[in-house]
């Protein structure tokens, strides 16, 4: 953890989080704490809860127990907050979910224009300076089926920052990307870090968790079994389900 992030509140904060689907309990015992600036992977077996974890953060699913904060937004209890939380976190999901029917250019200025009442000229020089940073700014007047997956992701990325979010979440961003796209959405992800953006990245790209996490969180079976620093975490895993993983993947 950085100096950073060890002085301050944190930004996120789980406390005894439970969730059940039905009857089958997809998240048991959860706490966390995320301080500002942090860089936090998340990684574990598939169907271990890491998406229901993070999607959490964002208010795209509620829980039956405990307490989630985020950025001093209150998740459990208040409906109206889900709204407020939106505006704070952004989210980038395995398939891009880009509007088919948009350009580029409308799919990164529809919410910030809806949601923060901002003028069309306003949205797009946003829109372009973020398009620009992920390096496709001449793609800004195409449809999203006109792209490669990777620029596919990197304007999700784009699209994402446009509500100029504290958080950014990402779910497996490169695990639907062909293997020659992979590095050009890592790249961006390294960016973002380096600027000091909070994130949570559920991702099984290792090579990524050691240069830019500060903390590896190891999930099974919906608990948080283990977490440590990405020098520790591949080293000295202590927990047999991480050794299992990390043979399989490493
Ligand atoms: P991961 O992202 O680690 O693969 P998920 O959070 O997607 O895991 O899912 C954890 C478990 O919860 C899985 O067993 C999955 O089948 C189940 N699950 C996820 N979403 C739902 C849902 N909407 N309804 C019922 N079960 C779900
Ligand atoms: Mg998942």
Sequence with gaps: ????????????RLEGVEKWFGKFQVLTDIDLTVAPGERIVVCGPSGSGKSTLIRCL???ETVQKGRIVVDGIDLTGHKRNIDKVRAEVGMVFQQFNLFPHL????????APMRTRGIS????????MKYLTRVRIPDQAHKYPS??????????AIARALCMTPRIMLFDEPTSALDPEMVKEVLDTMIGLAEEGMTMLCVTHEMGFARSVADRVIFMADG???EQAPPQQFFTAPQDPRTKTFLGQIL
């Design 1 to 12: 953890m950085n100096d950073r992030a060890q002085d301050s509140e944190p930004i996120i």
């Design 58 to 60: 964002n208010g795209l």
């Design 103 to 110: 350009t580029i250019l409308q799919n990164c200025t529809l």
């Design 120 to 127: 069309k000229e306003e949205a797009e020089a946003t829109a």
């Design 146 to 155: 006109q792209l490669s997956g990777g620029q596919q992701q990197r304007v």
């Design 223 to 225: 608990r948080i079994v």
